[in-house]
């Protein structure tokens, strides 16, 4: 350590030191600290280990752009000849003794047995806490319970709050292991609240010194400031009309301040380079084209020399006839600025050119999604969050501590800035105490999103066999956090037994009569919840029939509620599952009513003639159309008789009141105190219930998953007698989201017969996912071998859903035909313009950068595909399609 030591411009910290001697005296090491600590460090020392002492050190990372920056790092430090890379589709000097590569090349050669592993002694694995990612974490569990165990594992993590949990698990699996947990930020984060044009300070630094036990404390300042804010906006005077704030001005109105403001006040603070998180890359899009349209300019001519030479090197490469439609001229003259986005969207080639810029400090302020959080190193010494929720692929949520702390840590860089600074715009919905909470809390768990899927379970099968790969499965870190759950379920169910024995000794004992009693007042009450819920089933079915029916022009009377009364239809809703039809009721106001409005079936009292458009967001439209609605002679009938329950009509419910009246305990003395003993214990009873059912579900979950997996395999032939066959060592080959589809299509030979340009259509079918939910024709495509070999692709993924949903297992993405026209003209050398339409949606083109990236995913697949595949024609056509799809901007920059 003090010749590695030596070789650094700076001293070691307490964290970095404690891990290296962990790492020198022959131990594991998982170290968690905040983004910018020097984590690196640590994995860095793996490799001074495994050179000095004749090892192999193997440096993961669970995306190609931090690979190839790991791999220029350790080359300019250690020498061409020392160091390899193996990202997928890039392998460089991969005998050297330091082979830097993407975590699942890692496991591929596990599950492999390749002779590279030979002479492995360390294994750095870099932001191991993407194990928790739900759609590649599994490779970060698979490699560590496989790896041999004589393999010193350096695991570096970003600050987890259950650090020591992780490690716990570790333990287990890797035998001895070191966990250094630094939760201290290198640089130190000062948090902001920007109100307009004025910044303040979000925690009051003075009061929480004289008032350590106050947990945090919000700046009185802003406090005061944010009060008088309101205040004002409420009685909408707080700006000028010619803002758009005159009397009246509300939130509604609210206009954040122009992102050129914000970037020149941030600027006169000198708090530039600055991120700014948005979290769409149309957003990111828009906020720089509003900076191009002013006059914003952060730069100088000597650094536009700079800028305009590191552009030249990343695309020089690029075809002049494809930079139009790149929006080469407009990203350029945005750098030229020192202005930039960054996010998925954009060309690889782009995106690095970014990075190198801001680095460099010739870019100042970026725009970016929050994947740039996740292991790019672009610090800056300002992060800017405009909101604080965003689109989680599901619905819009709030940011978690985790994620703001993740978002924040870019702040700071360290050796430039002796401070780092977080600046959160401030909007009419913001409450600075909720951002006091989210900058103070320090919880980012660790959960595993470890499942067995086919290829490792066909893989599982053949190295170890069904019986060992249960108990490797029972070792993984999701078992492992499953089964401590089921810990504390045990110890309730324990301390509920007791107080259930404690219970049923005041009901007579087990064999007493008011046990049994007790039992059949139990059985009607969740007679009556089911009838009544079914009751409720069925009133909604009958609102739902009355809401479809309607159309527009006819008027209604809404029964109950705030908008009781008469309505209007201005838009019907045919939606049969959740009917919403707009409406415009006579006291002027218009929404959508739903089912639940409705206790009694919604139905017309008649029609009202409607204009051909009725603009009903203006009070005008409305006002005149609620007097049209109170004029017309309609009235709201009288109240509705609420149809018969059917609790009257049930026969076993009559059946058990009737036991229930003749049990000897129905006329004893004390049956209402008994009776109140038997609802504790019935309640206790049923929570004691569920807590068995959970603990049963979560005891084995893996290994239940797998056992499925193994018996749908034996069905369809990938496994005989407990043997991975010949169509199974194929299937261990595929790393693909659809692995069994695409197995299914080559062994059945659908695949065959297809030119490279058609075969690299099919096979996007199975990669592709549309950002937004499409239909298409089930035979769609340019061609007729194109259709064919879809349709009979789209057959296959229908009979394994099938089996899938029959063995209780998770379900097969469906085929997603939005690239093949796409995949296809770009693959036949048609221009870029062609293939980014033919890839669009709603009328608008693919972007540049999810163009390339899923072209490289087909090339991934394709590649596979010439592996594996038996028939020699679907092999060379799928060399040939790899070969046809990598030129022009997906041959440029191919990180």
């Known amino acids: 350590m003090t010749a590695f030591s030596a070789q650094l411009s700076f001293p070691l910290d307490p964290f970095q030191i404690e891990a290296c001697s962990a790492l020198e005296a022959g131990h594991g090491v998982l170290v968690c600290a905040p983004t910018g600590a020097g984590k690196t460090v640590v994995g860095e020392f793996a490799v001074h280990l495994a050179l000095e002492f004749g090892g192999k050190c193997f440096y993961t990372t669970p995306i190609k752009a931090l690979s190839n920056q790991k791999f220029a790092d350790l080359t300019a430090r250690y020498g061409k000849g020392s160091v390899g890379l193996l990202t997928g589709d890039q392998s460089i000097n991969s005998d050297a003794p330091v082979v830097v590569m993407t975590t699942e090349v890692l496991r591929n050669m596990l599950y492999a047995s390749s002779p590279a592993l030979r002479g492995l002694s360390f294994v750095v694995m870099d932001e191991v806490h993407f194990l928790a990612d739900r759609f590649r974490g599994a490779v970060w569990e698979e490699v560590i319970l496989h790896l041999p165990d004589d393999v010193r594992l350096v695991s570096l993590s970003a600050t987890v709050s259950n650090a020591e949990e992780f490690g716990a698990w570790m333990e287990t699996v890797r035998g001895d292991t070191t966990i250094v947990v630094d939760e201290n930020r290198p640089i130190p984060l000062w948090q902001h609240i920007m109100v307009g044009r004025r910044m303040f300070d979000l925690f009051d630094t003075k009061a929480q010194a004289a008032r350590p036990e106050a947990r945090i404390v919000v700046d009185q300042e802003l406090v005061r400031h944010l009060k008088q804010r309101a205040s004002l906006e ?87 006839a494809d930079l139009d439609v790149l929006g080469y001229w407009e990203w350029r003259e945005a750098l030229e600025r020192g202005l930039a986005a960054h996010h998925a969207g954009m060309l690889p080639a782009f995106r690095h050119t970014v990075e190198e810029l801001f680095v460099k400090g010739l870019v100042r302020a970026v725009f970016a999604t929050e994947t740039l959080a996740l292991g790019i190193n672009m610090p800056a010494r300002t992060v800017v969050l405009e909101r604080l929720v965003k689109y989680n692929g599901e619905t819009h949520a709030e940011l978690t501590p985790g994620e703001y702390t993740q978002l924040t840590g870019r702040a700071g860089r360290r050796g430039i800035d002796v401070e780092g600074h977080a600046v959160v715009l401030w909007h009419p919905d913001l409450d600075a105490t909720e951002v006091a909470g989210l900058a ?13 899927g086919y290829n490792m379970s066909i893989n599982l099968i053949d190295r170890m066999g069904a019986e060992d ?144 458009h009725v603009d009903h967001r203006t009070a005008r439209a409305r006002r005149d159309l609620a007097s049209a609605l109170r004029s017309s002679g309609f009235s709201v009938p009288g109240r509705q008789k609420r149809s018969k329950s059917r609790a009257a009509d049930d026969r076993e419910l009559a059946t058990l009141n009737r036991a229930l009246r003749s049990h000897p305990s129905h006329r004893a003395p004390d049956r209402e105190a008994l009776s109140r003993v038997g609802e504790r214990y019935n309640r206790l009873l049923r929570e004691t219930d569920s807590m068995r059912q959970k603990v049963a579900a979560t005891t084995n979950s893996l290994t239940k998953t797998f056992d499925r997996i193994l018996a749908l395999l034996s069905e369809r032939g990938y496994i005989v007698d407990g043997n991975v066959t010949d169509d199974g060592r194929r299937l261990s080959r595929i790393y693909s989201e659809s692995d069994l589809l695409v197995a299914e299509c080559l062994r ?30 089930v035979a769609s495509g340019p061609t007729g071998a194109i259709r064919h070999a879809i349709t009979q692709t789209i057959g296959v993924w229908s009979d394994i859903r099938a089996d899938e949903v029959r063995h209780k297992l998770p379900l097969t993405r469906e085929p997603d035909l939005g690239f093949v026209d796409a995949i296809y003209r770009w693959a036949r050398n048609e221009p870029l313009v062609e293939a980014l339409v033919a890839a669009g949606d709603q009328g608008r083109a693919l972007s540049a950068g999810d163009f390339v990236r899923w072209c490289r995913q087909v090339i991934d697949l394709l590649d596979q595909v010439h592996k594996t595949a038996d028939d020699q024609q679907v092999s060379n056509a799928a060399a040939k399609a790899v070969r046809a799809i990598r030129h022009g901007v997906v041959a440029v920059d191919a990180a």
């Open 748 to 777: 059945q030979g659908l695949w065959k017969g297809l030119g490279p340009a058609e075969l690299a259509a099919v096979v996007s079918a199975v990669v592709f996912e549309s950002r937004q939910e499409r239909t298409y024709p």
């Open 469 to 612: 790969s249960r108990t490797l499965l029972a070792r993984s870190f999701a078992q492992f956090q499953a089964d401590r759950s089921v810990v504390g379920l045990v110890r309730g169910i324990d301390r509920n037994d007791v107080a259930l024995t404690e219970l049923r000794d005041q009901l007579g004992g087990a064999d007493g009569e008011y046990l049994e009693y007790v039992a059949l007042r139990e059985r009607i009450d969740n007679r009556e919840r089911l009838l009544e819920r079914q009751g409720r089933e069925d009133r909604r079915g009958e609102a739902v029939t009355g809401l479809v029916s309607l159309r527009r022009g006819d008027v209604i009377a809404i029964p109950v509620g705030r908008r009781a009364g008469l309505a209007v239809i201005l838009e019907p809703d045919a939606d049969s599952a959740d009917p919403r039809p707009l409406v415009l009721t006579e006291d002027k106001w218009a929404g959508r009513i739903s089912a639940a409005d409705f206790p009694s079936p919604a139905a017309s009292l008649g029609r009202m003639r409607l204009p051909r």
């Open 440 to 452: 103070s809390t320090r919880t980012y768990p660790l959960r595993s999103s470890f499942r067995p």
């Open 234 to 320: 409420n009685s909408g005077s707080w700006e000028p009309r010619g803002r758009g704030r005159g009397r009246g001005g509300s939130r509604n109105n609210f206009r954040p301040l122009p992102r050129p403001e914000v970037l020149a006040k941030l600027d006169e603070e000198a708090l530039l380079p600055a991120i700014t998180f948005i979290f769409s890359r149309a957003g990111c899009d828009a906020a720089l084209n509003q900076c191009l349209r002013s006059r914003l300019q952060l730069t100088s001519p000597e650094q536009v020399e700079q800028i305009d030479e590191i552009i030249e090197r990343h695309t020089g490469e690029l075809p002049k």
